[in-house]
């Protein structure tokens, strides 16, 4: 029995999922970008949105970080930052050819992913990567062998697969992808291909699936669940629906306290709270407050993870940190 099926249902509450917020990738590349400030001094080049959150992006670019969408609108010879999101193999390339000073923020659960892209297009095999059409960190990972990789756009794109040889065929994933609907994905393309091999390790990520079960453990107590995060956040839309197919009679994306609309908690006695992977817990303690203020004061926490992992900054950075400290001695 968890936390939340023991507590009476008297008067209104918040029931607030733990993991939610900010991962190890996430900080890490927020990180990045505020040392590079630092370190370099502004103006910084970020290529795309660092993670995809408005408010870490405004707050990035009010320090002085420059958000672009591509290389070719960085001057030449400045500092430019990769997303934790990942990169193709080209992008690199072309950074280099501008002389531009890249550092690379991918989270290295996507460059787990990139490894092992590689290797199984290195061992030909036909790779079947599933994940959503047009984001980043699928442009990225196809790109690192796009001759071997197809997008399996969820469970409707299995019919669309064909491949060489049924039996060299290994499927790879987004990071953050709905658990469900990838193991659904993956059923059907067994079906289809029943040697088709899976990755070494999961590619969903931790933060993704720790987030998705706190859900999933409150949503069937919440007439509403409003999840802090972004439009273009796949983690954080991935959660809204997460907690409607848990049982959550409502699910609402929010980035901020104040588009929480009234008219949600009407009738309202449990609202669920969480926020997707690159949500600053700030966002989170304003929807608190907002809702406090509506009657929804008596908060309780709902933890079904302990998350402890952090990821050192990226190499090429650190290594600038250090002789920046040795020569001030
Ligand atoms: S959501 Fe997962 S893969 Fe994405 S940055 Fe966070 S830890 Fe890395």
Redesign the pocket.
Known sequence: MTDAETTPRTGKRVLLANPRGY????D??VQTVEEALKLYGAPIYVRKQI?HNKHVVRTLEAQGAIFVEENEEVPEGATVIFS??GVAPEVYEQAKQRSLRAIDAT????TKVHHEARRFAAQDYDILLIGHEGHE?VIGTAGEAPAHIQLVDGPDGVDKVTVRDPEKVVWLSQ??LSVDETLETVARLKKRLPLLQSPPSDDI????SNRQHVVKEIAPECDVVIVVGSRNSS?SVRLVEVALDAGARAGHLVDFAHEIEDAWLTGARTVGVTSG??VPDELVQQVLAHLAERGFGDVEEITTADER?TFSLPQELKRDMKAAAAARG
């Open positions: 991962c190890a990738g996430v890490r590349a993670v934790a999101h989270c290295p659960l996507v960190e990071t953050t990520c931790y933060a993704t983690n992977a690159s992992l």
